[in-house]
Antibody
Framework: EVQLVESGGGLVQPGRSLRLSCAAS????????MHWVRHVPGKGLEWVSG????????GYADSVKGRFTISRDNAKNSLYLQMSSLRSEDTALYYC??????????????WGQGTLVTVSS | EIVLTQSPGTLSLSPGERATLSCRAT???????LAWYQQKPGQAPRLLIY???SRASGIPDRFSGSGSGTDFTLTISRLEPEDFAVYYC?????????FGGGTKVEI
């Protein structure tokens, strides 16, 4: 059974940093791309970032480019999102999502339950 | 960036009725890389359709996707009580990947 468990969310002040983690199990992690997608309460979904199976290719939404960095450790079956210069509009539930294929131009076929990030002073 | 516009914003129907949801893109969606997701309150989204018309594993055949280019449709042939939810389309052929604003299907 595929499991994706996010952690690292919490309350953080504007301008500070936070690192999200996602522990994956139940599938061959290094065969698949991974994504971060966020959901602002009461609003829609926003794709944040994607990474290919071997970290060779990454992509970001314009809203986070230059502030967020996605990475993965295939030896630890883990995905990360380093978030810096956080803004109030980054407040959201952040989902870890398994890609359908090895490249990050892919749909997400399994989603974690999310970790909540709140940016406020 | 490709903007996806979903319509209607809310669809009010009864169990047993047919639901037709639209997703329109501002540019051609590469290789028809268009997916549909269902999200219920308090739950993570679930993949329903990918490649515009392929059903994901375990998805009932009352869900079907169609369309190409810039116009796509999700059809639920006969609504079951558990189908009342929010539905999102997503294009994954061009960076950045983008989602539509969602359609709420309510009773």
């Amino acid at each position: 059974e595929v499991q994706l468990v996010e952690s690292g969310g919490g309350l953080v002040q504007p301008g500070r940093s936070l690192r999200l983690s996602c522990a994956a199990s139940g599938f061959t992690f290094d065969d698949y791309a991974m994504h971060w997608v966020r959901h602002v309460p009461g609003k829609g979904l926003e794709w944040v970032s994607g990474i290919s199976w071997n970290s060779a290719s990454v992509g970001y939404a314009d809203s986070v480019k230059g502030r967020f960095t996605i990475s993965r450790d295939n030896a630890k079956n883990s995905l990360y999102l380093q978030m810096s210069s956080l803004r109030s509009e980054d407040t959201a539930l952040y989902y870890c999502v398994k890609g359908y294929r090895s490249g990050w131009y892919s749909q997400g076929d399994f989603w974690g339950q999310g970790t909540l990030v709140t940016v406020s002073s | 960036e490709i903007v996806l516009t979903q319509s209607p914003g809310t669809l009010s129907l009864s169990p047993g009725e047919r639901a037709t949801l639209s997703c329109r893109a501002t540019q051609y969606v590469t290789s028809n890389y268009l997916a549909w997701y269902q999200q219920k309150p308090g739950q993570a989204p679930r993949l329903l359709i990918y490649g515009a018309s392929s059903r994901a594993s375990g998805i009932p055949d009352r869900f079907s996707g169609s369309g190409s280019g810039t116009d796509f449709t999700l059809t639920i042939s006969r609504l079951e009580p558990e189908d009342f939810a929010v539905y999102y389309c997503q294009q994954y052929g061009t960076s950045p990947l983008t989602f539509g604003g969602g359609t709420k299907v309510e009773i």
